[in-house]
T-cell receptor
């Protein structure tokens, strides 16, 4: 079975400061990795994903995440956050094969961007 | 852009009543899921559905829960006899053959009183 750990339940940061949200996963098989964002009272939106190839993936709004196989991590970073980035961020994995088809989510990190 | 749609957006029901939550997944997707999120908490997997049958379910998905794809477009979650602790946001999701992304609906907020 797969599991996802997000050690920081809440991360407060000032506007224009850098931020890193940590994600570690456990799996005995290869996985795809995802970051989803949830704004207040909304559904989950895909922020970025790692499927294969370059271990550094980027989103259109300035976030990036790096897959590190040896550390089983997929940390999310942004060099300069905006007030509008305030949201809940969920790291998720799913197996590459078809023996386990669900997406396993971490507990989430609440990012609060302060003016 | 194709999207997953869920109805209703909010449902209030009395304890012990049956509820049906409805979802229309993206049309060419093959995998369908239900997740729930108790207010402010983690996103919990309930069930996945593929090829017209349940492919995986969690311990939460007990005999009170069932899923159906009645007509090739809708995907429903039924809770037979609701309990107070079933109050949560329920999300439907779907993904394509390669499962390289799960697309989520906006959710149904279920309140059991």
């Amino acid at each position: 079975a797969q599991s996802v750990t997000q050690l920081d339940s809440q991360v407060p940061v000032f506007e224009e400061a850098p931020v890193e949200l940590r994600c570690n996963y456990s799996s005995s098989v290869s996985v795809y990795l995802f970051w989803y964002v949830q704004y207040p009272n909304q559904g989950l939106q895909l922020l970025l994903k790692y499927l294969s190839g370059s271990t550094l993936v980027e989103s259109i709004n300035g976030f990036e995440a790096e897959f590190n196989k040896s550390q089983t991590s997929f940390h999310l970073r942004k060099p300069s956050v905006h007030i509008s980035d305030t949201a809940e961020y969920f790291c998720a994995v799913t197996r590459r094969d078809n023996y386990g088809q669900n997406f396993v989510f971490g507990p989430g990190t609440r990012l609060s961007v302060l003016p | 852009e194709p999207e997953v749609t869920q109805t209703p957006s909010h449902q209030v029901t009395q304890m012990g009543q049956e509820v049906i939550l409805r979802c229309v997944p993206i049309s060419n997707h093959l995998y369908f899921y239900w997740y729930r999120q108790i207010l402010g908490q983690k996103v919990e997997f309930l069930v996945s559905f593929y090829n017209n049958e349940i492919s995986e379910k969690s311990e939460i998905f007990d005999d009170q829960f069932s899923v159906e794809r009645p007509d090739g477009s809708n995907f429903t979650l039924k809770i037979r006899s609701t309990k107070l602790e079933d109050s949560a946001m329920y999300f439907c999701a779907s993904s394509g053959q390669e499962r390289t992304e799960a697309f989520f609906g906006q959710g149904t907020r279920l309140t059991v009183v």
